[in-house]
């Protein structure tokens, strides 16, 4: 963790792949995990990854909500054979504003063990903006960078939409 950032707030473990955590205001968050694996067998121990908050009040800046996803990621990591796959899509309009967010959060807390590799898909109006993260000393690295090639260029909107 870069040095001098806040403390995460506590994160409720509902099982091996879903959180909850309350902020400052009030504001409930839901981090959770979802196999990809299952629809794509190439992209080995590899999950989606999606934050929800309740609510649509806007809230002010808060930087322990980022301490809290990294540490909710840090511990997704510690299985050296895990990766996931960030998306955002264009439905709300956002989907820059979230890659954005997601980025700077990578790049401050990243320790050096993990490597990401990014793509963006448009058909249409609609944009998605994807990622994919994992160890570096991944075992599979070589098979999951040549999955999300394939992914990208023949199925992923059937796995998405």
Not at 12 to 18: A, G, I, P, R, T
Not at 104 to 133: C, K, M, P, Q, V
Not at 140 to 147: D, E, H, S, T
Request: hydrophobic share 35%; glycine share 4%; with cysteine.
């Amino acid at each position: 963790m870069a040095l001098h950032s806040p403390l995460p707030y506590e994160v409720l473990k509902k099982d091996e792949l879903n959180y909850e955590f309350v902020n400052r205001d009030g504001i409930k968050y839901h981090l959770f995990f979802m196999p990809v694996f299952d629809l794509y067998p190439d992209l080995v121990n590899t999950y989606s990854f999606s934050i929800e908050r309740e609510g649509t009040n806007p809230h002010p800046l808060d930087r322990r909500i980022a301490a809290t996803v990294v540490d909710v990621l840090r511990r997704f990591f510690q299985n050296v054979e895990n990766a996931m796959i960030m998306v955002c899509d264009s439905t709300d309009g956002k989907q820059h504003k979230r890659r954005n967010l997601f980025d700077r959060w990578f790049h401050y807390y990243n320790d050096g063990t993990l490597t990401s590799i990014n793509a963006e898909l448009g058909e249409g109006d609609y944009e998605l903006l994807l990622s994919i993260y994992f160890k570096k000393d991944n075992p599979y690295k070589q098979q999951l960078i040549r999955a999300f090639g394939d992914l990208l260029s023949q199925d992923f909107y059937e796995i998405v939409i």
